[in-house]
């Protein structure tokens, strides 16, 4: 069986292929063609076709020709990888959204493309209240001030000092799997949490401890907003000057889900002028920011890399999720994490 591997610095060949041995080996003759991207050193760009993908349309295609299994992060898997790869029975995607994938084109060579929905989730959720507590306690501003050699004991003034997430009010925008997580985790540090999401039952959300809401009231009533909905043409920036207008002032926002889901020229102004006390961000659009990018020179906001999701047990637990699928698709099962499962219509059977 010749599967193709086509890795990152995240994502490695070598930790895919210890896995995928270490499940089908004993079974399988295995014969494995290697393929690199240069991520993260080399930022995603998205094309019309596919998008946030990283590679060579002409790199990918020499080490998928002959595979009968891809799997990849984010090399793209165009119409012409596929069409040109007469052998390939399954598509993995080491990602919760396989959008470098054509899924379309899979779907119509009958080929199921597998992802990992939820690999990251406690990484982000925990990113997530760790950029809250950055900006509530003042601690970077603090760190690299000391690192200076001056010593911030204005911090402990009334007007400076930091804040807590206790008693605090937050408001979830978007309740999958990591929005989920955050409200757990902020419900255990004694906030109350209020949610936004018209694609969940309001049960699921009343029943995990938090207030289902419209987004206005939501951006009314909180003090901290986290985003956490994935991107899609009908939400892109989603929170604007109009809806950062209906925050309350002196509150604060968390973008660790993607760029597009705010408008960063409104978000600037609003920071600038004082209506919000501080911002912290992994995301931005487009990636990565312009070194001139006025958010960069302000003392109120935290910045990232998009790390959030970043932690060794994610890349494990993705690749792992694609061994299992990969496994139960060659055993003739339907592979748990299919996101065209339209393939397999008229068969009980993944083969």
């Not at 799997?177 to 699921?204: F, M, Q």
């Not at 959300?205 to 909905?229: C, M, W, Y």
């Not at 961000?281 to 920011?289: F, G, Q």
């Not at 694609?322 to 009980?348: A, H, M, T």
Request: charged content about 25%.
């Amino acid at each position: 069986m010749i599967i193709a591997l086509i890795g990152d610095d995240f994502i490695k060949n070598e930790l895919m292929e210890k896995a995928i041995r270490e499940k089908l080996g004993k079974d399988k003759t295995l014969d494995f063609r290697y393929g690199f991207v240069n991520w993260p050193d080399e930022p995603f760009i998205s094309g019309e076709e596919v998008k946030e993908y990283v590679g060579r349309e002409d790199d990918v295609l020499k080490v998928t020709a002959d595979a009968e299994i891809v799997v990849t992060q984010l090399a793209p898997i165009t119409y012409r990888v596929i069409s040109s790869s007469p052998k390939l029975k399954i598509i993995g995607c080491c990602r919760g959204g396989p959008v470098n994938v054509n899924i379309r084109a899979a779907t119509e060579k009958g080929i199921p493309v597998i992802n990992t929905p939820g690999r990251n989730v406690v990484a982000t959720a925990e990113f997530t209240v760790s950029m809250i507590l950055c900006l509530l306690k003042r601690i970077l501003p603090a760190h690299f001030n000391l690192k200076e050699g001056v010593w911030r004991g204005d911090f402990y003034k009334f007007e400076k000092c930091g804040e807590e997430i206790f008693g605090k009010k937050v408001g979830i925008v978007g309740f999958g799997r990591i929005g989920k997580k955050v409200c757990k985790i902020l419900l255990s540090l004694g906030a109350s949490v209020v949610v936004y999401d018209p694609y969940v039952n309001e049960e699921v959300i009343i029943e995990a401890g938090a207030r289902p809401v419209d987004l206005k009231t939501l951006l009314k009533e909180s003090q901290i907003v986290t985003l956490h909905a994935r991107l899609t043409d009908e939400n892109y920036k989603l929170i604007g000057e109009k809806e950062i207008s209906f925050m309350q002032p002196g509150s604060y926002i968390i973008n660790v889900a993607r760029g597009g889901l705010l408008d960063y020229d409104a978000l600037y102004s609003a920071l600038k002028n004082g209506k919000l006390a501080g911002a912290a961000l992994d995301t931005y659009d487009p990636e990565p920011p312009s070194p001139d990018s006025p958010l960069l020179k302000l003392d109120n906001v935290v910045l990232t890399p998009h790390i959030g999701g970043s932690s060794k047990k994610t890349a494990l637990n993705g690749i792992n999720m694609l061994v299992e699928d990969i496994s139960r698709y060659l055993q003739g099962e339907i592979p748990e994490n299919c996101v065209n499962p339209e393939v397999f219509e008229g068969n009980k059977t993944g083969r």
